[in-house]
């Protein structure tokens, strides 16, 4: 009997560690792509296809079960060829005030103790739940298993004082990994930096709070407006707005529950 008590325990988490987050500076991207390659090799991902999409020089497009990192051309160029790319490494945000993990209906995505967004593979039932409440596009089903993927932030590379493969790889530092209150501090900074240069244009997306929307801890840096980055300039959070779904509802009860009881005393 106590060896079956011992097998379904709960066990203790983890103690809670200092918050770690990305900072991505796409001032400093070039494009190469080595942060997608590091991670599906570290990650053991399949390839997407080796294919041109017509979007650019890109094969992967967007985010995926398979794809954790993806790094976007944004091609701005006018009638006359004058203008400029911009470039991007996506990731998920690992939010401070997750949707996906409001609305998992089985407890699989988690905050670990890195305070990272984390879903938990062998819980996950597929439902989708978290997919369609992701603002950014980040998680997908995998049509294999079934099941919700996205980036792990590393996990397990963190857990033994590694930093993520994406940054590790990545030639230029555009990624940065570590505490999150650093990473704030040395986007400020850039962002001093090329002010001082005369671009202007240079600001952090993520950082604080956005109404309804809590910090991100993978930040970034971005030198045009979140949408054409394929960013929502006002990310939504569905659960924000369910004491609003559901005092409408009650109050509708309410009223249709009164009204069928007049309908009914009048017949009499």
């Known amino acids: 009997m106590s060896n079956v008590l011992e097998v379904f325990a709960r066990p203790e988490p983890p103690p809670a560690k200092q918050e770690m987050g990305f900072f991505t500076d796409t001032s400093l991207c070039i494009g190469c792509k080595a942060c997608e390659v ?13 294919e041109w999409t017509g979007h650019s020089y890109d094969n992967t497009v967007m985010l995926s079960d398979t ?23 996506d990731v998920c945000k690992h939010c401070r005030q997750a949707p996906c993990q409001e609305a998992c209906p089985t407890g699989s995505i988690i905050y670990n103790e890195f305070g990272n967004v984390y879903v938990q593979q062998d819980i996950c039932n597929g ?4 997919v369609a409440a992701c603002p950014f ?16 932030l590393c996990y397990d590379r963190q857990k033994d004082d590694m930093e993520p493969a994406c940054a590790k790889a990545c030639p230029t530092d555009s990624i940065l990994f570590g505490p999150i209150s650093e ?7 850039r962002v001093e930096q090329l002010h001082a240069r005369g671009e202007t244009d240079a600001y952090i997306y993520g950082a604080e709070r956005a109404g309804e929307y809590s910090e991100l801890n993978s930040i970034f840096l971005l030198k045009d407006k979140p949408q054409a980055y394929n ?8 659960a924000a707005h369910m004491k609003k779904s559901y005092a409408f509802s009650f109050g509708a009860a309410i009223f249709l529950g009164a009204m069928s009881a007049l309908l009914l005393s009048g017949d009499e």
């Open 38 to 50: 590091a991670c599906k090799q570290w990650n053991q991902l399949p390839a997407d296809g080796l």
């Open 67 to 89: 794809t954790w990192r993806h790094v976007a051309f944004v091609e701005q160029f006018d009638s006359k060829g004058a203008g400029r790319w911009l470039m991007m490494s």
């Open 127 to 130: 439902c989708g739940y978290c």
């Open 137 to 152: 596009g980040v998680l997908d089903r995998n049509e294999e298993d079934g099941r919700a993927h996205k980036c792990t």
């Open 183 to 189: 990473m704030k501090q040395h986007a400020e900074k």
């Open 231 to 238: 960013l929502p300039e006002a990310p939504r959070r569905p």
